[in-house]
């Protein structure tokens, strides 16, 4: 039998209180949240009424927003006897993030690889994903979380977590990951860096900074499924070695870890002969961009471009033309897939004579000067004494003539033939899963600083950061598929998560919040039974 506490009343917080008498002569409380002086110089303050004061008892009548503000939940139901929270924690995220690492797998991959830590690890994980890896507030957050599968950790000890993890067990975990997921799926591979204050990690050197920060950084390169949107394998290595260089190396790893039979989609910096060779070689096929200042690219686009803007040529699935063409490049039988954009075409153009409207000003000043760079003789034929020194510019309409008819093209390289070109650029467009993975790890995670000052506890918390970023990713595939919640940003959904608690009354009963409309459909959407939430409260007196 379900019994309710309206009417129930708490006594009055001794702090931050202030009482408003409405005109029906009851007595509300209002608590400051904060205290401010406005524009003005004036003293104000924000503050949100948390109930109304009992005429008898003289205590508080809460509302929702005293439970909010004060961590709890809705009152609970109860007996006659007067009963008062003993303790309150966030339920929602732990029990969804728990359903979540079973789904995936992660769960019993860690049993098997890290049979004393795993639950650790996945509580930490679970923490970096809520409120990320800044770690001196873990033990904050344990207070506030309802977690029964580990002890209450500090940030000591999850340095001394960080700092157990061995290479061979990171090694034994992706081989059983690799192994588990076992989709033959396309695979998205990119690098981004990873800034760092410490001067204790040797790996952290200067290099290019894709965040424009002024300090030394770590180079995270990481694989990425296509197809079922989770990340594969990462690794991590000096911020001074070229991304292209290392690539070589992270294949021949990835290899030995089970990823074999699989297409790479690579972005077009990662095309170099060595690269698309040591692919071959390797039995892996891969689609990448070519870079368009490439001598064969335009070769291709000007034996291609007649025959492009062809009804026949049309992928309507992406507004553009595309034609494929064999091809031998590196001593390789590839595929160059030749691509015409209208709204390309038409940025190109305005592009084009933005740029030769600025040569042509900078020429203009350059009068008597001695000598002028290559890229001005890309537009101008420009007459100089025999010493060099400049005497006069004319635009040079032929070559610009060629290069406006280029304007709109791209070519895509495959060594696959059996691709169409509307194949080959789905496949090549859905590669920025791996760009959203590195902001969700960066940002998301908040990975763009590393914050840790040994390599020990870096490569350890960069394993519990990919963790996270599995549950994240996961999530977020199976957010994006329900309509109602692609409005709602990823922060939003674990507030609302957040708000699920279980409250433990005086009497040792504990209560769960009244689920809303939108959190019953986020549990849905995330194949969280609702059953789960209860496992851990009195199901006479849980609410639902």
């Not at 009424?49 to 009548?61: M, P, Q, R, V």
């Amino acid at each position: 039998m379900q019994t309710t506490l309206k009417n129930k009343t708490i006594p009055i917080p001794e702090k931050r209180i202030t009482y408003k008498k409405a005109t029906n002569g009851t007595t509300y409380l209002y608590y400051t949240q904060r205290a401010y002086r406005n524009k003005k110089g004036k003293p104000t303050s924000d503050e949100i009424s948390i109930g109304k004061k009992d005429t008898k008892t003289g205590n508080l009548i809460p509302n929702k927003n005293y439970y909010n503000i004060f961590q709890t939940t809705n009152p609970p139901q109860t007996t006659t006897q007067t009963l008062t929270p003993n303790n309150i924690q966030t339920h929602g995220t732990t029990t969804t993030l728990t359903q979540i690492a079973n789904q995936t797998g992660l769960t019993t991959i860690l049993k098997n690889t890290f049979p004393t830590t795993h639950n650790q690890l996945l509580a930490t994980a679970y923490y970096i994903l809520c409120k990320g890896n800044v770690m001196m507030y873990i033990e904050d957050w344990f207070n506030q979380t309802n977690i029964d599968f580990t002890p209450k950790m500090t940030d000591i000890d999850t340095s001394r977590l960080f700092a157990s993890i061995t290479n061979q067990e990171r090694k034994e975990f992706f081989k059983q990951w690799i192994k588990h997921r076992g989709e033959q799926e396309y695979i998205a591979y990119d690098v981004s860096s990873l800034s760092t204050y410490s001067n204790n990690i040797n790996i952290a050197e200067w290099g290019y900074n894709r965040d424009q920060e002024n300090l030394p950084q770590v180079n995270l390169e990481m694989y990425y499924g296509m197809t079922t949107q989770i990340p594969v394998y990462y690794d991590v290595y000096s911020g001074s070695i070229p991304d292209k260089t290392y690539m070589e190396f992270m294949m021949a790893t990835a290899k030995d870890l089970g990823i074999t039979k699989v297409c790479f989609i690579l972005d077009r910096g990662f095309e170099t002969e060595d690269n698309l060779i040591f692919l071959r070689n390797q039995g892996f096929s891969f689609i990448t961009a070519m870079p368009s200042s490439r001598v064969d690219v335009l070769r291709f686009i000007d034996e291609n471009k007649s025959r492009v803007r062809s009804v026949s040529n049309w992928i309507k699935e992406y507004d553009v033309y595309g034609v494929k063409c064999e091809v031998e490049l590196f001593g390789l039988k590839l595929w160059a897939h030749v691509y015409y954009d209208s709204e390309k075409q038409s940025f190109d153009e305005k592009e084009l004579y933005a740029c030769v409207e600025r040569l042509q000003s900078e020429l203009g000043k350059m009068s008597g000067s001695k000598g002028v760079s290559r890229r001005y003789r890309d537009f101008f034929v420009v007459e100089e004494t025999g010493q060099g020194v400049v005497l006069s510019f004319e635009l040079d309409t032929v070559l610009v003539d060629v290069r406006l008819g280029r304007a709109g093209f791209f070519v895509l390289l495959c060594s696959r033939g059996d691709l169409s070109s509307g194949e080959v650029l789905g496949l090549y467009r859905g590669r920025d899963v791996v760009e959203k993975g590195f902001c969700g790890f960066k940002n998301g995670l908040d990975f763009r600083r590393v914050r840790t000052h040994w390599v020990r506890t870096l490569e350890g918390k960069l394993f519990v950061g990919f963790l996270a970023l599995v549950l994240r990713s996961y999530m977020g595939c199976l957010l994006r598929g329900n309509v109602e919640l692609k409005r709602l940003t990823f922060d939003k959904v674990l507030l609302e998560l957040e708000k699920i608690r279980i409250v433990t009354m005086s009497d040792m009963s504990q209560h769960l919040i009244p689920l809303t409309k939108l959190q019953k459909t986020i549990l849905t959407t995330l194949k969280v039974p609702i059953e789960t939430l209860t496992t851990k409260t009195d199901s006479k007196k849980c609410i639902l």
